[in-house]
């Protein structure tokens, strides 16, 4: 049976089949909806970098000092992100999936209320820290979700999709609110639309979303018997005894160190590719919000490609199509560490922000996602995705505090110069990986 034939339904299949079918479908919207609701409380932020500087310099802030301020913002934010996936997405191997799931939409709602609450840095900096610290477990909640509803003999194609709700979600909510701005929203209405946005998907996943399939009846789901916990009959009882099997596991560090450096970069991207366009080339707030969303929507063509890629190139088909995207994406940063400001009328650095976002989200796509749940099974889906992704965040805290000092110190270009040598070292580590898998399969045959 193809990974296709194990979602979607077929008539001439027997109605108890069907109505699994249909129930994996219904699971996936709605976990693909609420994730991509996630990123209207994500990227309110900085799709407002712009019009948050400006009125923080109308209350006597200069310039440099409000990048450096928000950009601490935006760090502290990642940081709690990351020890949020580290410490805390374990819970969903022990309270389920779903709970983590509504938890991280319900903080999302919450925190972005209270960011226009007031308009002092100290509250902004609690609201971001508190709005990123729930949100960090969801992800995980959504992988612990799948491992219970489908067999690992789809989790590349179902992962693949619901990776392209984050991208989905990030390029609608840059274009939308691009749009709002346009017509006159200042930031405290585009915060109150994102909350929104979320609450009403955190309605429909608490009413019709189920933990398990197991629940509605059916039987549980096949795991990889290649996972870490394949062979041992006790459930694990602590985040110890969760975390020891993946940490002897070299391939699981290797990705860990890998989802360091790609959430750096794309982190990186995220929060400063409309304030790029903005300062260097004389975007309007707008234009340089609408012209953003090129690097998300660019990346969802590539999770799709690199995904059929990689499932028709065999176990090791991932990491080969990880190591020849990531030593492709130097070449763009190189090209922007060239750049010179220009008109507002150039489409070049939106090209080359797109060409990174082919090469990159792609492959990154799948280190929380579907390597996580082959390495972590069922039994550890939920802290195997989420330990890579708050290794990851542990970087892309560095896009906050650390890109901005570097934009002060050295401008633009010394922001794509630093990015372009974090990528040759990721393209190394992807080429070890590869390797390495390639000799572990050559030892099972």
Request: net charge positive; with cysteine.
């Amino acid at each position: 049976m193809s990974r296709a034939e194990a979602i979607l339904p077929s008539a001439s299949e027997h109605p108890a089949t069907n109505g699994l079918r249909s129930r994996k479908i219904a699971t996936v919207a709605l976990l693909f909806t609420g994730y991509a609701a996630y990123y209207f409380c994500r990227v309110n932020l900085p799709i407002c970098l712009p019009l948050l500087v400006e009125e923080l310099g109308r209350h006597g802030i200069a310039r440099s000092d409000a990048i450096l301020r928000i950009g601490e913002i935006a760090s502290l934010g990642t940081l709690a992100y990351a020890l949020g996936n580290i410490f805390l997405t374990g819970l969903g191997d022990i309270w389920g999936g779903k709970r983590s799931f509504v938890i991280g939409l319900g903080g999302a709602v919450v925190f972005s209320l209270l960011f226009i609450s007031n308009g002092i840095l100290p509250i902004f900096t609690i609201a971001w820290i508190g709005n990123r610290l729930t949100q960090s477990i969801g992800w995980a909640g959504l992988i612990k979700v799948c491992s219970r509803w489908f067999d690992y003999s789809s989790y590349g194609t179902v992962i693949g999709i619901l990776s392209l709700s984050f991208l989905v979600g990030d390029a609608i909510a840059r274009q939308t609110m691009g749009l709002l701005i346009q017509i006159g929203f200042g930031w405290r209405r585009i915060f109150i639309f994102s909350a929104c946005v979320a609450g009403s998907l955190l309605l429909l996943n608490l009413l019709f979303l189920r933990e398990s399939r197991a629940e509605l009846g059916y039987s549980e789901p096949e795991t990889n018997p290649l996972n870490v916990f394949a062979g041992i009959g006790e459930k694990p009882k602590s985040l110890w005894e969760i975390l020891k099997p993946l940490l002897r596991s070299r391939a699981f560090l290797v990705i860990c160190f890998l989802s360091l450096s790609c959430t750096l970069i794309r982190e990186s991207f995220s929060l400063w590719d409309a304030a790029y366009l903005r300062e260097f080339f004389g975007y309007t707030a707008s234009r340089a919000a609408g012209m953003s969303s090129v690097f998300p929507a660019v990346g969802a063509i590539s999770v799709l490609f690199t995904g059929w890629m990689s499932d028709r190139l065999g176990a090791t088909g991932r990491s080969m199509v990880m190591f020849f995207s990531l030593a492709a994406s130097v070449l763009p940063l190189i090209a922007m560490t060239a750049l010179r400001g220009g008109s507002s009328n150039s489409l070049l650095p939106v090209v080359l922000i797109g060409a990174v976002a082919l090469f990159l989200l792609g492959p990154y796509s799948y280190l929380a996602g579907a390597f996580a749940l082959d390495i972590g099974g069922s039994q550890a889906g939920a802290a195997s995705a989420g330990f890579i992704d708050g290794v990851g965040y542990l970087g892309g805290a560095l896009a906050g505090v650390g890109i901005s000092r570097l934009l002060v110190a050295f401008g633009w270009q010394g922001v794509f110069a630093g990015l372009m040598a974090v990528s040759v070292l990721s393209a190394l580590a992807a080429g070890y990986l590869f390797v390495y898998q390639r000799g572990l399969k050559q030892k099972i045959a």
